[in-house]
């Protein structure tokens, strides 16, 4: 079935640090790829996406390249801060899926002084 | 920027009891959502709703739930009596259009809890 897994947390990291959060998923038919995330007392915001193979979604120092021979769409920052604590969600729609996301379990994040 | 907007925030109610959540959408979108996380777990597709009738909705979404878009601006969740499992973050969240590629927004949850 489709599916999401995503490392465990929490992650905990000094600031300044490289941050990866791996992601991996498992789908029936072709995904469009998100990054959710969700500061503490806020709801899910969209941090980046990708709909096609190869291509890189980005926004606030976040990458995650979209690989189609690995199936994965790995969280990456150079230098994390304080205020990057947060919850982080891989998620996928499937082409044709009705606009369902299909979330992974989340990976919380410290990063710390 | 538009945002989605939940109330109550936070719920506690009597397992039995009959529970709204409600939620206004971004005000040009067409397509309306539910999801839940249990504490722990991952955050899960309840229903989808357009046009005034539900297009899909999961296993979990059973006889117990009901949605409705009473007018032109709220959309509700109805969970008609309350078990002990239904405690949970509740997302409402739209989007403009159907498209696997396009943005869904989320609100910011009510947490429910059946006691």
């Known amino acids: 079935g489709n599916s999401v897994t995503q490392m465990e947390g929490p992650v905990t990291l000094s600031e300044e640090a490289f941050l990866t959060i791996n992601c991996t998923y498992t789908?029936?038919?072709?995904?469009?790829l998100f990054w959710y995330v969700q500061y503490p007392g806020e709801g899910l915001q969209l941090l980046l996406k990708a709909t096609k193979a190869d291509d890189k979604g980005s926004n606030k120092g976040f990458e995650a390249t979209y690989r189609k021979e690995t199936t994965s769409f790995h969280l990456e920052k150079g230098s994390v801060q304080v205020s990057d604590s947060a919850v982080y969600f891989c998620a996928f729609i499937l082409t044709g899926g009705g606009n369902k996301l299909t979330f992974g379990t989340g990976t919380q994040l410290k990063v710390e002084l | 920027e538009p945002e989605v907007t939940q109330t109550p925030s936070h719920q506690v109610t009597q397992m039995g009891q009959e529970v709204i959540l409600r939620c206004v959408p971004i005000s040009n979108h067409l397509y309306f959502y539910w999801y839940r996380q249990i504490l722990g777990q991952k955050v899960e597709f309840l229903v989808s709703f357009y046009n005034n009738e539900i297009s899909e909705k999961s296993e979990i979404f059973d006889d117990q739930f009901s949605v409705e878009r009473p007018d032109g601006s709220n959309f509700t969740l109805k969970i008609r009596s309350t078990k002990l499992e239904d405690s949970a973050m509740y997302f409402c969240a739209s989007s403009a259009i159907l498209s696997s590629g396009n943005t869904i927004y989320f609100g910011e949850g009510s947490w429910l809890t059946v006691v």
């Open positions: 789908a029936t038919g072709y995904p469009s």
